[in-house]
């Protein structure tokens, strides 16, 4: 049964980097997209955007110029940098596998990442 | 863009609840439903505007199609309360709804 879990550090500074990783067990990164989501405080859901098991990189146009997502095969897991953070950008981030195509999708179950 | 309503609503046990969702623009049957409940990730409970999820329980239920679309409990079980979102997955960005907030009267 494949699961993800989210890591990092849960606080980061105005104006420094968010960084997290999402690492797979139970499956192979291969053959599927993995994608990154937030939920601000009390709000909805926000896609950030997806990285293909190839490498390949699709943003949201809301946040592309701050977004660089990353994948290694070698030990399963992909990540995510958000730079030039500020308090909007407190939420509880997810990453999910698949979501942009037919098929259950499978979700992590979060992290909070506080700005401050 | 998802137009999800109600925003919020009030039922009770036993009562059919229905969610709808217009999109802006076709995502012919691209449309999940989930269900989330306070601190846990969202689950999917119908893919593909109304298949349900494996292991989902048969009050649930969805249908439409292009840029309508309805989500429907048949007999709303005070475990169903939570906050319920559409998303499309024909165009990028993918997009959610705003949520729809189901408590109990």
């Known amino acids: 049964q494949v699961e993800l879990q989210e890591s990092g550090p849960g606080r980061v500074r105005p104006s420094e980097t968010l960084s997290l990783t999402c690492s797979v067990s139970g499956g192979s990164i291969s053959g599927f997209y993995w994608n990154w989501l937030r939920q601000s405080p009390g709000k909805g859901l926000e896609w950030i955007g997806y990285?293909?098991?190839?490498?390949?990189?699709t943003y949201n146009p809301s946040l592309k110029s701050r977004v660089t997502m990353s994948r290694d095969m070698s030990t399963n897991q992909f990540s995510l940098q958000l730079k030039s953070v500020t308090a909007a950008d407190t939420a509880v981030y997810y990453c999910a596998r698949g979501l942009v195509e037919t098929g259950s999708p499978i979700w992590g179950q979060g992290t909070l990442v506080t700005v401050s | 863009q998802l137009t999800q309503s109600p925003s919020s609503l009030s039922a009770s046990v036993g009562d059919r609840v229905t969610i709808t969702c217009q999109t802006s623009?076709?995502?012919?049957?691209?449309l999940n439903w989930y269900q989330q409940k306070p601190g846990k990730a969202p689950k999917l409970l119908i893919s593909d505007a109304s298949n349900l999820e494996p292991g989902v329980p048969s009050r649930f239920g969805g249908s439409g199609s292009r840029t309508d679309f309805t989500f429907t409990i048949s007999s709303l079980q005070p475990e169903d309360i939570a906050t319920y979102y559409c998303q499309q997955y024909d165009n990028l960005p993918l997009t959610f709804g705003q949520g729809t907030q189901l408590d109990l009267k």
């Open positions: 990285i293909y098991y190839t490498g390949s990189t």
């Open positions: 623009q076709s995502v012919d049957n691209y």
